[in-house]
């Protein structure tokens, strides 16, 4: 293997998180200003979905198949229609830095489908960080019910997010191995497509009705970012890294998320941070690092095999 590859996925890896941690702070000044998050979403999926077929225009040309057609429909309702609209509604109710501690619990979510689907193994170390992970998201849900105000959090918005972590963590573990069989935007292209032809007709309204002019220039830049950057641009940066690194090493980089997004929300003054935040990100940052440390079953299976191996060269 190329020695560059591997730094290649971190830089990657480390550019797509950070990206992503930015999005939630400038998608929430953006509807803050003009833009709303039923608006958002529809410039997200249906700007998302023109760049990678623009794209795949310079990249090798795939042939898919009927069924596995049908199968991205899917994949893409539960990928980007659900996980998308949940987040970027939840974002527009709750503040930045809640939704971002809530996005890390998506390992968690990944762990307990896995376990259910794909039948990997539920490990000490896993139990452990569900518990973690889910006791900060309940501080952070039970700190928002409380809240009169829309920095700190809201229940609705962190429950939206939450879901969208779910529906995102459910088409991981269903639709894996399709979206390996074809390149980037291949996927991305239907993925994306599709979603826009889900969204559109309830959403076309609401686009006619913008006021562009009245809409400041700073809200059109920021929802720029999140469809070029934060989509178009992060989902490629994404996969590079993810077809050379492991799943766990990969996972890791979801910490940066949270990070990148407290610091700019509290720098721009669109969320304040406080005690129960700081003990949700503890313990959310342990159940997710302990998942991501313990064994799949793949790894039981090739330690297994080893010990077979050595007993028998005894």
Known sequence: MDNRRPLLAHLSLFLACVCWGLMAPVGKDAMAHGISGVELVTLRVAGAAVLFWVASLFAR????????????FFAGLLGLVFNQCCYIIGLGVTSPINASIVTTSAPIFA???????????VTGKK???????????LILILASAQ????????????????FAQFSFALYLA?????????SVFTVNKWMFTFAAIVVLPFTAGRMAEIDYAATPAASWWEAAYVVVVGTFLCYILMMVGQRTLRPTVVSIYNYLQPVASVAVSVA????????????AV?????????????????????????????????
Not at 111 to 121: D, F, N, Q, Y
């Open 61 to 72: 040309r795939e042939r898919v198949p009927g069924r596995d057609l049908v199968r991205l």
């Open 174 to 182: 269903l639709f894996r191995p399709l979206v390996q069989r074809y």
């Open 268 to 279: 721009m003054g669109l969320g304040v941070f406080g005690l129960s935040h700081a003990v």
């Open 127 to 137: 139990a452990v960080g569900v518990l973690l992970g889910f006791s900060g998201a």
């Open 282 to 314: 503890a313990l959310v940052f342990s159940g997710v690092w302990l998942v991501t440390k313990s064994k799949s079953r793949a790894d039981i299976e090739r330690g297994q095999g080893g010990k077979g191996e050595a007993a028998a060269g005894r």
């Open 147 to 162: 809240a009169a105000s829309s920095k700190v959090g809201d229940l609705r918005g962190d429950l939206l997010c939450l």
């Open 111 to 121: 762990m307990v489908l896995s376990a259910l689907i794909l039948k990997e193994p």
